[in-house]
C-alpha cells in the first residue's frame, strides 16, 4: 500500500507513553489494539490515548 506505514508497540504501556512519536512523520489515521494484553487491559490503553488531546478522535479497532 503506497503511502502507508505500521508500527508496533511489544507492550501497551509504552505505546501510551509515546503515541505521539508515532505521528511523527503524520498524523496517526487508526490504532489497532487486542483486549488481552500484558501489563495493561485494552480498555485502560485505550482511556489512556482518549485521554491525550492529540488522539482523542483516532479510530481504534478493539480485537477480543
Not at 14 to 29: E, F, K, R
Not at 37 to 63: E, K, Q, W
Amino acid at each position: 500500500m503506497s503511502g502507508h506505514r505500521a508500527q508496533s508497540r511489544d507492550a501497551p504501556d509504552s505505546l501510551a507513553q509515546d503515541i505521539n512519536t508515532l505521528g511523527a512523520g503524520g498524523p496517526v489515521d487508526v490504532i489497532i489494539t487486542g483486549w488481552n494484553m500484558p501489563d495493561m487491559s485494552g480498555i485502560d490503553f485505550i482511556r489512556s490515548v482518549r485521554s491525550m488531546p492529540d488522539t482523542n478522535d483516532t479510530p481504534m479497532l478493539h480485537a477480543t
